[in-house]
């Protein structure tokens, strides 16, 4: 089952900041957040991580809720190569391992 | 050169039929995995090896066997394919167990 909720799609203008949105209230103490774009019908493509600090790297931002049950992907200059579908994963200790738990993810569509 | 391939891209068969995707890896990564992602995009994981070692194994009917030959492979076998079975399967690597994964670009399997 997924840990996580986002909205099934989103719409954003091109050159605009795209913000988005998830929830993962029953996340655990040392589960991490990952995100992934799927670009068309391509293999998934990793973004971005954190545990409880915001984070930035060169394709987004991740902002974490203090509780840590929420988290906000941003995109801060949406091209329209960034339409894709978006997912929030929740990765969980499965024994002695790890596995990240996949939810539908949000359609963003990046229009001109 | 592409990180993580698969072969076939596409896989058009008969019910009852045995078939074979292999995934490769040039990443010098010790974990791969195989996901099955359905006609609702949910992408689910079915197998994860660490060093050869099968460490994930969700509920998948044994009708899947993978086998890893050595850590820059891993492949899935199906035997009497069903028409539930038709999917994209995809294959992804990393260099440890949960960590950023690497997809490939993913088999569409599709069972008559």
């Known amino acids: 089952d997924a840990k996580t909720t986002q909205p099934p799609s989103m719409d954003c203008a091109e050159g605009r900041a795209a913000n988005l949105p998830c929830n993962h209230s029953t996340i655990s103490g040392n589960e991490y957040v990952y995100w992934y774009r799927q670009i068309h019908s391509q293999g998934p493509q990793y973004i971005i991580h954190g545990l409880k600090n915001n984070e930035t790297n060169e394709m987004a931002s991740l902002i974490i809720t203090e509780d840590r049950k929420s988290s906000t992907l941003i995109l801060p200059h949406a091209t329209l190569r960034d339409t894709a579908v978006y997912y929030c994963?929740?990765?969980?200790?499965?024994?002695?391992?790890?596995?990240?738990?996949w939810g539908l993810g949000t359609s963003l569509a990046v229009n001109p | 050169d592409t990180a993580v391939s698969q072969t076939p891209k596409y896989l058009v068969t008969q019910m009852g039929n045995d078939k074979s995707i292999k995934c490769e890896q040039n990443?010098?990564?010790?974990?791969m995995y195989w996901y099955k992602q359905d006609s609702k995009k949910f992408l689910k994981i079915m197998f994860s090896y660490n060093n050869k070692e099968l460490i994930i194994n969700e509920t998948v009917p044994n009708r899947f066997s993978p086998k890893s030959p050595d850590k820059a492979h891993l492949n899935l076998h199906i035997n009497s394919l069903e028409l539930g079975d038709s999917a994209v399967y995809f294959c992804a690597s990393s260099q440890a167990p949960g960590s950023q994964q690497y997809f490939g670009p993913g088999t569409r399997l599709t069972v008559t």
């Open positions: 994963i929740v990765r969980v200790n499965a024994g002695n391992n790890r596995k990240l738990i």
């Open positions: 990443l010098g990564h010790d974990t």
